[in-house]
């Protein structure tokens, strides 16, 4: 069974602070995605990545960055975090061949 | 730009079929994938159609017309757990990432 992994199911964090959300896979996926989950907006994507070392901008990208220094993992760095990054945090993974990509149990992210 | 849309919300009575409609644009199309989300769960992966047709997995199918830029999911003998948001995701050209539907959000009513 593949398995994704987040740090922390539940975060609270205060507003100008730095946040590290951490993600690994132990399926030895190429692929790597991070997602925040709001109602009424869906699952919007914020960066991804297809190799170490490698990252894309996905649509909401402004205020993040992530960080992809082994194969297994891929961290989501908010600089600065603000009230409106509080939401729910996916992580998810995938081989290139184009199959379903499997996600993580999310991070609960609450900015005050 | 890429557009998903699906309903909002759908309401169907234990034991009855219900059909969650998705429709994509068409150009660039690479395969389609079906996700059931419970409340506060993280999304898991139900079906991926790539061809046109039927593709069926016990109570679960999605359908797919390409030309159309259309699929549903069809659930049979719903169940109270079946209660969750179904998400319809698209791929676009080769190796990008899935981009999401806003999800439908079934209840399952006795």
């Known amino acids: 069974d593949v398995k994704v992994t987040q740090s922390s199911r539940y975060l609270v964090k205060r507003t100008g602070e730095k946040v590290f959300l951490e993600c690994v896979q132990d399926m030895d996926h190429e692929n790597m995605f991070w997602y925040r989950q709001d109602p009424g907006l869906g699952l919007r994507l914020i960066y991804f990545?297809?190799?170490?070392?490698?990252?894309e901008k996905g649509d909401i990208p402004e205020g993040y960055s992530v960080s992809r220094e082994k194969k297994e993992r891929f961290s989501l760095i908010l600089e600065s975090a603000s009230t409106n990054q509080t939401s729910m945090y996916l992580c998810a993974s995938s081989p290139p061949t184009g199959e379903t990509q499997y996600f993580g149990p999310g991070t609960r992210l609450l900015v005050l | 730009g890429q557009n998903i849309d699906q309903p909002t919300e759908m309401t169907a009575t234990e034991g009855a079929i219900v059909q969650i409609n998705c429709t994509y644009q068409t150009s660039g199309f690479n395969g389609l994938f079906w996700y059931q989300q419970h409340a506060g769960e993280a999304p898991t992966f139900l079906s991926y159609n790539v061809l046109d047709g039927l593709e069926e997995k016990g109570r679960f199918s999605s359908f797919l017309s390409r030309s159309k830029g259309y699929s549903y999911l069809l659930l049979k003998e719903l169940q109270m757990k079946d209660s969750a948001s179904y998400l319809c995701?698209?791929?676009?050209?080769?190796?990008?990432?899935?981009?999401f539907g806003k999800g439908t959000r079934l209840s399952v009513i006795a």
């Open positions: 990545s297809y190799d170490v070392k490698m990252k």
């Open positions: 995701a698209v791929r676009w050209s080769g190796n990008t990432p899935l981009v």
